[in-house]
């Protein structure tokens, strides 16, 4: 199975922050990564497809970057709508597997 | 407006089963293949089964293989999973969510709410 491991695990910010979420993978998966936020008792929601293209109706403050093993969130301006937890997934092969996470809490 | 609900998560004893749905609207169900996602109180995501557009093809996380079985009907825009030999450590909430695609990527494009299976004495 391919491990996906995020840093850092939970993060403090400020409104209007640039804040930065890492995730490595185990082995090499392209660009088969996509990243999810989840607010709690909710359910996750697509933000990034194909570690950088922008799901239809996600705020353009939200890009993705990497290839290979090595990807990168970018929130360029953090809003109070986007404390939440972030989660990279590789799309790779089978099992499809997550990060365990990264929360984003308020400073 | 995409919609999927689950239904069918409860409290049930060690060694019990539960059968879970997943009703789907708003797009062409019998084009999708589905999946089941599952997250532990407290914890990350898990995916746990998907199955194919058609219902022919199913794949299992190895932790639930030989007691979960994915199924769907295409006629009635439902994804089911039934749950048996159930285990304290299969207590979670349990997402379904649609398999989508662009170019050559995929994702889980669309999410239900989710519903809490509890595995308890």
């Known amino acids: 199975d391919i491990q996906m491991t995020q840093s850092p695990s939970s993060l403090s910010a400020s409104v209007g922050d640039r804040v930065t979420i890492t995730c490595r993978a185990s082995?090499?998966?392209?660009?088969?990564l996509n990243w999810y936020h989840q607010k709690p008792g909710k359910a996750p929601k697509l933000l990034i497809y194909?570690?950088?293209s922008l799901q239809s109706g996600v705020p353009s403050r939200f890009s993705g970057s990497g290839s290979g093993t090595d990807f990168t969130l970018t929130i360029s301006s953090l809003q109070p709508e986007d404390f939440a937890t972030y989660y990279c997934?590789?799309?790779?092969?089978?099992?499809?597997?997550f990060g365990q996470g990264t929360k984003v809490e308020i400073k | 407006e995409v919609q999927l609900v689950e239904s069918g998560g409860g409290l049930v004893q060690p060694g019990g089963s539960l059968r879970l749905s997943c009703a789907a609207s708003?797009?062409?169900?019998?084009?999708?293949?589905m999946h089941w996602v599952r997250q532990a109180p407290g914890k990350g995501l898990v995916w746990v089964s998907r199955?194919?557009?058609?219902?022919?093809?199913?794949t299992y996380a190895d932790s639930v293989k030989g007691r979960f079985t994915i199924s769907r009907d295409n006629a009635k825009n439902m994804v089911y999973l039934q749950m048996n030999s159930l285990r304290a450590e299969d207590t979670a909430v349990y997402y379904c969510?649609?398999?989508?695609?662009?170019?050559?990527?995929?994702?889980?494009?669309?999410w239900g709410q989710g519903t809490l299976v509890t595995v308890s004495s």
């Open positions: 969510a649609r398999w989508g695609w662009s170019s050559a990527w995929y994702y889980f494009d669309y």
């Open positions: 708003g797009f062409t169900f019998s084009s999708y293949w």
């Open positions: 199955i194919n557009s058609d219902g022919s093809y199913t």
């Open positions: 082995q090499s998966i392209n660009s088969y």
């Open positions: 194909g570690a950088s």
């Open positions: 997934q590789q799309s790779y092969s089978t099992p499809w597997t």
